[in-house]
């Protein structure tokens, strides 16, 4: 069975010393461990392990230069496990690339769960939000839509919820949004690619012929759109998307 190749990397050397217990096990192969940011991204080129665990705060630089560093088609997937759990440093992570973040304390098993998940190869191009993120997230999401007037019960609702949580996640999906960004939202709600886009237009035409076009322009903070005039799908879920990155989701 071939093993999954990690490197730990914690200010806290206690820390580390538990991982270490807890990823003995006979799939797991530990290639080394570092308290220095500066350190893993040395240790990361020269390993390229399947996972790398980091905290936020190390030495020398912290995980977000770690994490800024990596080349953008890099194997290695980075979980990020930290007692930083201010919203805007997680998104942070995540649009860096980080696949999970975690709080500590965190669940020993949750934490090999999402590793099993992170390396199934069904995931590549998923992100495994906390509880705490994604509640946070969907409780933004909704009150803009109610901002923006986009009503609950039509099905471009959740088709667009679905978009632009992935577009928090990879900034990057939204120039691919034909692609991938449709035909993964079609996979997960059983449905075709096509009626995916459908319906996300027809939820930006309800809110555009509900009127509530100052509504929109007070939400993103300058005048964005007139009354004559509808952002195309990437437009309005790349707006979303960045605005809430931007306030850390």
Known sequence: MKKTTMVLADEDKNVLEEMI???TEEKYEILATTTEGDKLIELINKYSPDIVIMDIVLQKCDGFKVLESLPKNIKTKVIVQSSLSIDGFINKAISLGAKYYCIKPFDIQTLKDRINDIMSPEAQSKVF???KTTNHIEEKITNIFITVGIPAHIKGYQFLREAIK???ANPEIIN???KKLYPTIAEKYD???SKVERAIRHAIEVAWNRGKIENINNLFGIKVYSSNEKPTNGEFIALV???????GA
């Open 241 to 247: 998307a960045d605005k809430m990155l931007i306030e």
């Open 166 to 168: 992935l577009a928090i």
């Open 129 to 131: 939000f906390n509880a």
């Open 21 to 23: 217990k807890n990823f």
């Open 176 to 178: 691919s949004i034909t």
């Open 191 to 193: 449905t075709s690619a």
